[in-house]
């Protein structure tokens, strides 16, 4: 499985920023996908799901209207669109294959600066 995250940088409070997440090494296009970030200081915190073929979508609470997952199982990328950016978003910011995060990429860091 390899992961890799891109996408991330320095952003002023309400702005906007789109994540994204190539894949390989496995079936993409069957596996249900997440974005999970870490915080300073603190530990892993899921953020959002979508499924792997119909490609409902499920979101932290904190998350709900702001951000928006998608994927595109052709070219086996992962998207997290991010906008209404607050200072508490700063994290390194992660897909993984698991809502634990435990098969993860090397994460990508988005500073949310006001």
């Known amino acids: 499985v390899q992961l890799k995250e891109s996408g991330g940088e320095l952003v002023m409070t309400g702005g906007s920023l789109r994540l994204s997440c190539a894949a390989s090494?496995?079936?993409?296009?069957?596996?249900?996908m997440n974005w999970v970030r870490q915080a300073p200081g603190k530990g892993l915190e899921w953020v959002s799901r979508?499924?792997?073929?119909?490609?409902?979508?499920y979101y932290a609470d904190f998350a709900k209207g702001r951000f928006t997952i998608s994927r595109d199982n052709a070219k086996n990328m992962l998207y997290l669109q991010m906008n209404s950016l607050k200072t508490e978003d700063t994290a390194v910011y992660y897909c993984?294959?698991?809502?634990?995060?435990?098969?993860r990429g090397q994460g990508t860091q988005v500073t949310v600066s006001s």
């Open positions: 979508i499924h792997s073929r119909d490609g409902s979508t």
């Open positions: 993984a294959t698991e809502i634990s995060g435990r098969t």
């Open positions: 090494g496995f079936p993409f296009s069957t596996i249900d």
